[in-house]
């Protein structure tokens, strides 16, 4: 099941985790995972909420301990201090304290690194330039974010984990957040970010982990997860009734939303010659690949079935 | 690895901005420097100075007591709250995620303490001296001086502990519920002689007690036990503690 990435084979491996397992009070949280991290790659680890993301994190952190298995980053342990001033973290934090300005914070925590970025480009990067002397007691949840990324990035780290980044922004800031990510890729810095946005993990990542209860069910690039369904979806409108199309053979499922038919089919050619055969009208017809939340869905189904059997 | 990896940062300049960074946080938080400031000094007011039973002594004891009574409180709130707040946020994570050296943590709020007890403590002594008619050797303003400041060490790691153990929600009420009783009941509201004989004797535990007895030393004004066992029971709460919280933060898999 291990594909290996297509840009990073060549890349130095900074960090590799070793059939790690997890429980806490006899609950498995993570399983057997297995897991590189290289060189300026964005990896995205994507699942459900409770699916162990942010206990995997955490264990790279070093801030929980390992029931089983093995953990290295730079070849040190994680949690211990050199790979500390190589890492920059963004966690999910509820709040910052109040009385502190955006300068004061990043200034601090720039101090904590012997080669912190550029205070200037820390602003520019994470957005927060017109807002460097607020308290942070005055932001709002989309500047907090930004402000929690500044840190994370202040220190120049060489490994940035952002763990579900973008929650609580709007669109913009979400798209600038894309931006700088892409940017310090761009600059060789590893990412390893947690999201359950598709979106975000389909725009960002070289590589994509699906996690589910804790285990590892797909990993891969976006498009090779994609491709692993070959459902297409059919679209289009039509005066006739959704009987009538679900009796063609090579439709497995038809639906119809305001006044469009939606089918989906393992064979879009076949199923399009059988319309045309059946001299069914059609008008504005689209054909598309699956996204990748189709590919979620029905992985994530799969892993029902499988369990349930 | 390359060698930008092996860099340390200044350690020093670490804990010079933490230090700043924290202490002017909490003066700007008014919630905390206003009680903490404004409770011994309102106390020592009614009861050291104008509601003062026997004017030729009491000020000066009281101004002590109260002293020790100020001094704990900084201690216990910056640590005992700070790190509950700080730990129910999510916050106090992402600094131990961070390359903080711990000690950046700990030096910066015992910095924080100790300002705010000598403010209090220099506060307290104009008060005594200007309105109390307290009268002392510069010798003695001096030791008093010092032994309220460090005094507040063993306060700071009850406090620590505290903070890493209790909750975010109850953490203030909890520490309240701690400092008024234990001032009291160590004979810094009023002197420890007028309290009855049990619970006299309950004040032998407690470590205000201890503390104060040694400051009253300095003026003659204690029960006359020795300054080693006052300077044991503090150290060994102090031991304690420390114990405690390296405990409880060497932990992982918290909460």
Redesign the interface.
Known sequence: MSTHPRNTTSRQCIGKITQVCKS?NDKQVLSNIDLALYQGEVLAVLGPNGAGKTTLINTM?????LSKGEISL??HEP?S??V???IG?M??????????TIK?HI???Q?????PMDYNKVLEIAGLKEIENQ?SKNLSGGQKQRL?FA?AIC?NP?LLFLDEPSVGMDITARKSLWRAIEMLRAQGTSILLTTHYLEEADQLSDRIVMINRGRIVREGTSDEIKSQINTKKIRFKSPVDIQSLLALESVDKASKTSNYYELESKCAEKTLSEIIGKQIIIEDLTVTGAALEDAFELINGQEKITEAA | ?NS???????LL??YL??AK?ET???L??PGFSIPTLLFPIMFYTFFGIIFSMNPATMPTYLMITYAVFGVIGPALFSFGVGIAI?R????F??K?????PASAYIISRISLTFIFAAVIVVLLFAIGAVFGGVQLMRWQWISLFFIFVLGSLPFCAIGMTLGLYLKSSSAPATVNLIYLPMGFLSGLWMPINFLPEVMQQFANILPPYHLAQLALKITNMDLGFPVVLHLSVLAVYALLFIVLALKSYNK???Q
Not at chain 2, 4 to 10: C, E, F, R, S, T
């Open positions: 806490f952190l070093g801030k929980i301990s730079f070849g949690g201090m050199p500390k001033r190589q973290a966690l999910q934090v509820a709040g910052l304290p109040d009385m502190s004061e200034q601090l925590f101090a904590y690194y012997a080669n308290y929690l840190l220190g060489k | 690895m930008q990896a092996l860099d340390k940062p200044n300049n670490i901005l933490e960074t002017t946080r909490l700007r938080t700080e129910g946020q999510g916050w994570d992402l131990e995620v961070s390359p903080m992982k898999d918290k």
